[in-house]
């Protein structure tokens, strides 16, 4: 589980990065989007796994959330990396 804070002077939630199992025969991990908020309970915001197409993981928000700058930038920390780490890991394979 990793975590990113919406903001470093205001730490009202921060968003939570949950690795789901990988489904069956799949080679790529699935990770799941959250809102942590003290004193609520968590919200799904979207998830992030592998597009082929794009040759890397990518983010699928779900419907009707807002992303703001912040939440953002820490969406795009987030997805640098996990495809270096996925990178990384087929440079050993080879």
Same mark, same amino acid.
């Given at each position: 589980?990793?975590?990113?804070?919406?903001?470093?002077?205001? %730490?009202?939630y921060h968003?939570?990065?949950?690795?789901?199992?990988?489904?069956?025969? %799949?080679?790529?991990?699935?990770? $799941?989007?959250?809102?942590?908020?003290? =004193?609520?309970?968590?919200?799904?915001?979207?998830?992030?796994?592998?597009? =082929?197409? &794009?040759?890397?993981?990518i983010h699928?928000? $779900?419907?009707?959330?807002?992303?703001?700058?912040?939440?953002?930038?820490?969406?795009?920390? &987030?997805?640098?990396?996990?495809? *270096?780490?996925?990178?990384? *890991?087929?440079?050993?394979?080879?």
């Amino acid at each position: 589980m990793l975590a990113g804070t919406e903001s470093d002077k205001e %730490k009202k939630y921060h968003l939570v990065f949950i690795r789901k199992n990988k489904p069956k025969g %799949k080679k790529t991990n699935i990770y $799941d989007v959250y809102k942590d908020q003290i =004193g609520k309970p968590r919200e799904h915001l979207s998830i992030i796994k592998w597009y =082929g197409a &794009f040759r890397g993981y990518i983010h699928y928000p $779900d419907n009707g959330t807002g992303w703001s700058k912040t939440c953002n930038e820490l969406i795009n920390n &987030f997805l640098d990396k996990v495809n *270096k780490r996925y990178r990384k *890991k087929l440079l050993k394979r080879k």
